[in-house]
């Protein structure tokens, strides 16, 4: 017995954090291989 009632709007709202969520992620992942790059090609860049 499930004491609290759910709806399939609240399942939907929560698919949808999930995918915030994973789309944060690969935003948070894409900028961090731009920093690595850029620590790369800065540290060849020395003149």
């Not at 954090?17 to 790369?40: C, M, P, T, V, W």
Request: net charge negative.
């Amino acid at each position: 017995f499930d004491p609290i009632p759910r709806t399939p709007e609240e399942s939907k709202e929560e698919s949808n954090d999930e995918e915030e969520q994973d789309l944060r992620l690969s935003d948070e992942a894409r900028i961090q291989e731009e920093e690595d790059a850029d620590e790369l090609y800065r540290d060849v860049n020395i003149n």
